[in-house]
C-alpha cells in the first residue's frame, strides 16, 4: 500500500494553522458572536455561511456527481475518480458541519431538527438531507477503511447494501444542494435582480455539480503531482469534456433565466461587475476553453479550467449570499480576524484529512488485489 | 377572533409612551441615546427594542413641512416568512394573532432574520447564549385579557387594538370619510398577504421615504411565507423520481455489464 505517513513541513504548518483555528472558534464559544464577528442585525449570515456551509457543499458535489456518471449515466471511465471524490465530498461536509456547528447561535442544539419538526421549512429539508448524506459518505468511507483493514465480512455485508448507499446519496444531494439555493427563494426582495430568481434551486443544483467537477478535476492534478503519480489521465480527459458541456447547460440556464424575468442586464455598479465576472470568466470562458482538445488534454490547461469554474461556484455562492445584498442597506460587511481564521482553519483541516485518507484508504481498488469492486 | 394593532400615524404626536410601555413591561434595559439626524432614538430596533417611533420630516412642493410618526415593531403577518423559515418551529403564528417565538427551541441559525421582508427579528448579539428578540403582540398580557402594553398607553389614540376585521373597517371608514387627508391603502391589510400590524399614512411609505426602512412597498400581495412552503410540496416528487430513475438506470447498466461480459465468454 501507500507510504508510512510521516509529519512532513507541509503537514505541520497545516495543523499549527488548524490549531490556532481550533482555538478562535473556542473564543468564539465562549465570548459569543457579537463579540468574535462581524455579524449584525443587517447581516445576520456572514462568511461562515458564504463559504463554509454554501461554497463547502456546492464544491463537495464531486461526491454525487461522479458516482451518478458512473453508475447511472454508465460513464465507467471515470471509475478512478470515485474514491477521492468521495473523500472531498465528505471533507467538504465537514468544512460544513463544524463550520454551522460555530456559526450557530446554540450549537449544541445542532441535533434540534432531528427531533423538533418544521417540514414546511426549506432549511428543515436542508439539515435532514445534509445529516443523512454526511452519514452516507462516513458510511463509503468507513467500507474504504474496512478494506484497509481486510474486514472481509463486513465489506462484503456493506457491498450488499451498495445501491442503497449510491440511491440515497443521489436523492439526498439532489435535494439539498438545490434546496440550499430555494433558501433565498424567501427574500428576492433583498437581493439584486442578477440572482433573485424562482430557478435558484435548478440553478444552485447545476452549478454544484460543476463544483464538484471541477473539484475532482483539481485534486486528482494536484494530489497526482504532490504524491509524485501519473494522473489518471483517460478519467481526466472524459472529465474535462464533461465539465465543459455542464459549464455549456449552466451558462444556457442562467441566460435564459436572466431573459424570462427581464433582468437589467447591462449596468457598470459593482452587483453588474461581479456578475460579468461570474458569468463570463468563470461560466463562459471556462466552457469556451474546454472545448478545444489542446486544453482539456493539457494537465496545465484543465487545471486552470477547473480552477476557474470552481472559483466560479464560490464567486456565484458569494454574490447570492452576501454581495447581491450591497446595494440594499446602509450597512457594510466584512468579516472579522476570528471568523477569516475560523475559515482557515477549516480549510487546513480539510486538507489535512484528504491527504491522510489519499495516503491510508485504498483508492484505487482496481490496481491493488484487495477486495474487488464488484 | 385574530386581533390586530391599527397605528393611525396621523392621530400620532410622537410622545414615544408606547417606546417606553414596551420597555418596561419586557423589561428591557434602557440605554443611553445620541442626537442625530432625526428625532428618532434610539437609531434602530434591536434585541433590547421592540418597538421604534420614527421621526420623519416632509417637505412638500409647496415648500410646507409636515411631520410624520410612524410606530415600528413586528407586523405579526398572517402568513408569516419567518414562521415558514425557521427549521425547528420555534416561530409560530397563534391563532389570536402573535407570532410567537420559544426560547427553548431555537438554534440561532438566523434563518428568520433573513426572511423577514420587514427585518423584524433580531438577535441578541452581545450574548455568549443568544436568542431572537421581537415586539411579542404582548401574548402575555393578551393571555390575561389586558391590551398590549403600548396601545394601551398611547394618550392620542394612535394605536388601536381591536379584532383585526373591525381595525380594517374603521381604517376604510376613516380613509372615505378624510377627504384625502389619508393615503388611500390600509399598509397591512394585503402587504405580504396581510399582517396583524395595520398602519394608516398621509403619504404613501414610498413618499415617506420608509420602503426601505422597513416598510417595503414592493412586496405585493402574495405572502412570502409560502414560497419556502411552494418548494417544500415539490420535494417529495423529485425524491421518488430521481430515485426511481437511478434504481432503474443502475439495474439496466449492471444488466447490460453482465450480457456483455456473458457474450464475451460464449465468443
Known amino acids: 500500500m501507500s507510504t508510512e505517513y510521516r509529519f512532513t513541513p507541509g503537514r505541520v504548518i497545516l495543523l499549527i494553522i488548524m490549531g490556532v483555528g481550533i482555538l478562535a472558534g473556542i473564543y468564539r464559544l465562549f465570548m459569543g458572536l457579537g463579540a468574535t464577528t462581524n455579524l449584525s442585525d443587517a447581516y445576520p449570515w456572514g462568511l461562515w455561511i458564504s463559504f463554509d456551509v454554501l461554497t463547502g457543499v456546492a464544491l463537495a458535489g464531486g461526491g454525487f456527481t461522479i458516482s451518478a456518471a458512473i453508475y447511472v449515466f454508465n460513464i465507467k471511465k471515470w471509475e478512478p475518480l470515485l474514491r477521492p471524490a468521495k473523500l472531498s465530498a465528505f471533507v467538504g461536509y465537514l468544512i460544513f458541519v463544524v463550520g454551522l456547528f460555530f456559526d450557530l447561535g446554540q450549537p449544541w442544539r445542532i441535533w434540534h431538527p432531528l427531533v423538533m419538526w418544521n417540514p414546511g421549512s426549506v432549511l428543515f429539508e436542508v439539515s435532514w438531507c445534509v445529516m443523512l448524506y454526511t452519514t452516507v459518505l462516513a458510511i463509503d468511507i468507513f467500507i474504504m477503511a474496512l478494506e484497509r483493514w481486510r474486514a472481509e465480512f463486513w465489506v462484503n455485508f456493506f457491498r450488499n447494501i451498495y445501491v442503497f448507499l449510491i440511491v440515497a446519496g443521489i436523492i439526498l444531494s439532489t435535494l439539498h444542494q438545490s434546496s440550499l439555493g430555494a433558501l433565498y427563494l424567501l427574500m428576492p426582495e433583498k437581493m439584486s435582480d442578477l440572482w433573485a430568481s424562482g430557478a435558484i434551486g435548478p440553478l444552485f443544483f447545476v452549478s454544484a455539480i460543476i463544483g464538484g467537477m471541477s473539484m475532482v478535476a483539481l485534486e486528482s492534478i494536484l494530489s497526482s503531482k504532490a504524491y509524485g503519480k501519473e494522473p489518471r489521465t483517460e478519467a481526466l480527459k472524459s472529465l474535462g469534456k464533461g465539465l465543459g458541456v455542464t459549464l455549456l447547460v449552466y451558462f444556457a440556464m442562467k441566460v435564459t433565466d436572466l431573459y424570462a424575468r427581464g433582468a437589467t442586464v447591462w449596468s457598470l455598479d459593482w452587483a453588474h461587475i461581479l456578475f460579468y465576472i461570474e458569468i463570463f470568466g468563470t461560466v463562459a470562458l471556462p466552457a469556451l476553453l474546454l472545448f478545444f482538445p489542446e486544453v482539456r488534454n493539457s494537465k496545465t490547461g484543465l487545471l486552470w479550467c477547473a480552477g476557474l469554474s470552481a472559483f466560479g461556484v464560490l464567486l456565484n455562492r458569494f454574490n447570492v449570499s452576501l454581495t447581491s445584498y450591497g446595494g440594499y442597506r446602509d450597512f457594510w460587511y466584512f468579516p472579522s480576524a476570528i471568523e477569516i481564521i475560523v475559515t482557515i482553519g477549516l480549510v487546513a483541516m480539510a486538507i489535512l484529512i484528504f491527504d491522510f485518507g489519499m495516503n491510508y484508504l485504498p483508492m484505487h481498488p482496481e490496481k491493488e488485489a484487495t477486495a474487488t469492486v464488484r | ?267
Open chain 2, 1 to 267: 377572533m385574530a386581533k390586530a394593532i391599527l397605528n393611525d400615524t396621523t392621530k400620532c404626536i410622537g410622545c414615544r409612551a408606547c417606546q417606553v410601555a414596551c420597555k418596561s413591561w419586557n423589561d428591557l434595559p434602557g440605554e443611553k441615546t445620541s442626537f442625530s439626524e432625526t428625532w428618532s432614538n434610539p437609531k434602530y430596533l434591536d434585541a433590547d427594542n421592540f418597538n421604534r417611533l420614527i421621526f420623519r420630516e416632509i417637505v412638500s412642493p409647496e415648500g410646507k413641512v409636515t411631520w410624520h410618526f410612524v410606530s415600528r415593531r413586528c407586523m405579526h403577518c398572517l402568513t408569516p416568512a419567518c414562521v415558514s423559515a425557521c427549521p425547528v418551529g420555534a416561530l409560530k403564528k397563534m391563532p389570536d394573532g402573535p407570532v410567537a417565538y420559544n426560547d427553548d427551541i431555537c438554534i440561532g441559525c438566523r434563518y428568520c432574520m433573513m426572511a423577514c421582508p420587514f427585518q423584524i427579528p433580531k438577535f441578541e448579539w452581545s450574548k455568549a447564549v443568544p436568542y431572537i428578540r421581537k415586539c411579542t403582540f404582548c401574548a402575555d398580557r393578551q393571555k390575561n385579557g389586558e391590551e398590549p402594553a403600548c396601545t394601551v398607553t398611547c394618550p392620542t389614540g394612535a394605536l388601536l387594538f381591536g379584532e383585526r376585521d373591525d381595525l380594517i373597517r374603521e381604517a376604510r371608514q376613516r380613509i372615505a370619510q378624510s377627504n384625502g387627508r389619508y393615503h388611500p391603502e390600509v399598509y397591512g391589510e394585503k402587504t405580504g398577504g396581510g399582517t396583524s400590524t395595520l398602519y394608516l399614512t398621509a403619504l404613501s411609505f414610498d413618499q415617506l421615504g420608509l420602503n426601505h426602512e422597513g416598510f417595503r412597498t414592493d412586496l405585493g400581495v402574495y405572502p412570502q411565507g409560502l414560497y419556502g412552503r411552494e418548494w417544500m410540496s415539490k420535494v417529495p416528487w423529485v425524491a421518488l423520481t430521481v430515485g426511481g430513475l437511478s434504481v432503474g438506470l443502475y439495474y439496466i447498466n449492471k444488466r447490460r455489464a453482465e450480457v456483455a461480459a456473458r457474450e464475451k465468454k460464449e465468443d
